[in-house]
């Protein structure tokens, strides 16, 4: 089982609740919440993996993990500059906070690859751990205790995505 895990990935795929309903289906819900949430196991979420760990989605009806303080919102399509449209597809540059050892490495120039239509929207800008601008500036990772997620692709984003697990692996 999961009993002697050091370190936690939560991919995703398709939707929001489609991801929760395979989670809670999975049967390894409380033992993955046990060690994250009791014994302070570090957690990456991937995509919709990081969506769900908000309180819920605008796209979905089912309640998120809410283990970040927060809700996943849609890009507003009138905001965006021609050409852009959604999915969000593509590289695109992010910006880390000062001191994001989960970034360590990349402070300058990191580019990673995105595939999305919605965005978490944290309710505190303290759980933001680094932006990216896609018509607006938005969270594109986030950080509380020992959770942590980013929106991007990380095994799609070359010696950046690299470098950004081996520092998950690290901290």
Not at 27 to 47: D, I, K, S
Not at 140 to 168: D, I, M, W
Request: overall charge negative; some cysteine.
């Amino acid at each position: 089982g999961l009993e002697g895990a050091t370190r936690l990935i939560l991919p995703g795929v398709g939707s929001f609740d489609h991801a929760m309903e395979l989670f809670d289906a999975s049967g390894m819900r409380e033992a993955v919440e046990n060690l994250v949430l009791r014994r302070g196991v570090p957690v990456l979420g991937v995509c919709v993996g990081m969506q769900i760990l908000a309180e819920g989605s605008e796209e979905g009806k089912l309640s998120g993990l809410g283990w970040i303080d927060g809700r996943v919102r849609r890009f507003d399509e009138n905001t965006l500059p021609p050409p852009a449209r959604l999915p969000h597809m593509g590289w695109n540059d992010v910006v880390p906070k000062n001191g994001a050892r989960l970034f360590s490495g990349l402070e300058r120039d990191a580019r990673f690859y995105f595939l999305h239509s919605y965005y978490f929207d944290c309710a505190s800008s303290a759980d933001v751990l680094a932006t990216s601008e896609y018509g607006t500036s938005f969270g594109c990772a986030v950080h509380a205790n020992n959770v942590y997620g980013v929106q991007f692709h990380p095994e799609k984003s070359h010696a950046y995505g690299t470098r950004l697990l081996k520092n998950f692996a690290e901290l």
